[in-house]
């Protein structure tokens, strides 16, 4: 797939990108790479990013988030994967924003929110968070699409605040996984090594990679889209926090309470999250329909965006 080149400067991005709606969120700004995107939608999701501050309920400083809104009707909030961002959804926004309301939405600790405002990222500070971006921005009951980590995210919040939740999309999504992993070697001076591994562009080219099924997506504008974000302030230090916290590893005994109705669309080669879980999902969850994504690996919504975004409309 080759990057779609823009006659836009890059002072133009620059500007575009400097959004807020109070002092604190602004500001935030995007890292000045960003100015070396050359995809259309890369470019355009850089543009639409805005920030503004959201209250936690056990938090004295609010935390000054990043997000896209796009189009109009039923809302529909995006959670991205681990060590990612909302440009994850590049793709999947423009495309659902046709027929609803459409936010994609940096989750505490990650992207390009502010990892000063909180010393700890941990699951229940990343359900406060989601809670008060969906009462203080979105403001009524909203459909969760979640993409891996996003989706373990989606169900934690479903479970936990039904009434918030409408209906519920999981793509590839953790949820059965019980043991810590990296997080027991997050001691220093391990923890840096980790993070300072996961920094290397080489070992995210190969996870990316592994994440594809046509490696031709893997392309100079995707690996800068999945890197921006570790240019913001206390990356390492927010990573370092959620890793030890466990993630998203006490979910396996929660699925089955999942009350809204569920889509779970699966690459049919992943290989970053396996293919067997799918099925579990739909076993478990009582109001549940599994499809399969073919020729897909682990993100369908920038593999197969119009496959992915059409059974997301079917399904609602």
């Known amino acids: 797939m080759q990057p779609v080149m823009s006659e836009m400067s890059d002072q133009a991005i620059q500007d575009k990108t400097v959004m807020s709606s109070d002092v604190m969120s602004s500001e935030m700004t995007l890292p000045a790479e960003a100015a070396g995107l050359t995809e259309e939608t890369s470019i355009e999701i850089a543009q639409n990013i805005q920030w503004t501050d959201i209250t936690l309920e056990s938090q004295s400083n609010p935390v000054a988030t990043s997000y896209v809104c796009q189009g109009e009707g039923p809302p529909l909030v995006l959670l991205h994967g681990f060590d990612s961002s909302l440009f994850e959804f590049r793709r999947l926004v423009p495309l659902l924003a046709k027929q609803y309301k459409v936010y994609a939405v940096d989750l505490l600790g990650f992207g390009f929110c502010d990892r000063a405002a909180t010393e700890d990222v941990n699951p229940a500070l990343i359900q ?34 039904p009434t918030q939740v409408t209906q519920l999309v999981l793509l590839d999504a953790v949820g059965y996984a019980t043991a810590s992993g990296p997080g027991k070697l997050m001691f220093p001076p391990l923890d840096r090594w980790v993070t300072n591994f996961l920094r290397s562009p080489w070992v995210r080219r190969k996870i990316s990679e592994n994440a594809y099924y046509d490696k031709s997506f893997v392309t100079p504008d995707a690996e800068l889209c999945a890197a921006l974000h570790l ?22 005994n929660r699925i089955a309470q999942i009350s809204a109705p569920t889509l779970v669309l699966w690459g049919r080669q992943d290989k970053i999250l ?22 897909c690996g682990h993100v369908p919504h920038l593999e197969q965006a119009k496959i992915t975004t059409e059974h997301i409309i079917n399904f609602l």
Not at 231 to 252: D, H, Q, V
Request: glycine content about 12%; charged content about 15%; aromatic content about 10%.
């Open 231 to 252: 240019l913001m302030p206390r990356w390492s230090e927010a990573l370092i926090a959620f890793t030890k916290s466990g993630g998203y590893n006490f979910l396996s």
């Open 274 to 295: 396996g293919i067997k879980d799918a099925a579990r999902f739909a076993a478990d969850i009582n109001q549940c329909k599994l499809i399969w994504i073919e020729d």
């Open 128 to 161: 406060q968070h989601l809670l008060g971006f969906c009462q203080q921005i979105v403001g009524q009951p909203v459909t969760l699409v979640g993409a891996s980590m996003g989706g373990g995210v989606a169900i934690d919040f479903a479970v936990s605040h």
